[in-house]
């Protein structure tokens, strides 16, 4: 009896491994694929705004690559979100300054 139990045990574990296993996988591919379709609007998070005001390089990176992104035509708004640090800067301002100064600039 005590042999069954091990054995279907055993069967057990070693299914819920295969299962996580298979499904690493898929995550993992499914991440490695950029699907860049157009939609309504992005949201850009926040991050740290230095205390000289401006984007830490986090911040700028993001703030970059969602200007690109608008530029090429995949949104039409940009959304930023943020609250105040405690160096006591909006971030969502500092991101919306930013956004606008960089589309100004290739207009």
């Known amino acids: 009896m005590n042999y069954i139990f091990i054995k279907r045990f055993g069967i057990l574990v070693a299914s819920l491994c295969i299962w996580f296993i298979i499904h690493t996988t898929f995550v993992i591919i499914d991440g490695l694929n950029d699907e860049l379709k157009p939609v309504d609007a992005a949201v850009v998070?926040?991050?740290?705004?230095?205390?000289?005001g401006q984007p830490s390089e986090r911040l700028k990176a993001r703030l970059d690559k969602s200007v690109e992104l608008y530029n090429g035509g995949y949104f039409t708004f940009i959304i930023v979100s943020g609250g105040?640090?405690?160096?006591g800067f909006d971030e969502a301002k500092v991101m919306k300054l930013d956004c606008q100064h960089k589309t100004e600039q290739l207009l």
Do not use: A, P
Request: aromatic fraction near 0%; avoid cysteine; charge should be neutral.
């Open 45 to 52: 998070l926040g991050n740290k705004v230095e205390v000289n």
């Open 84 to 87: 105040i640090g405690k160096e």
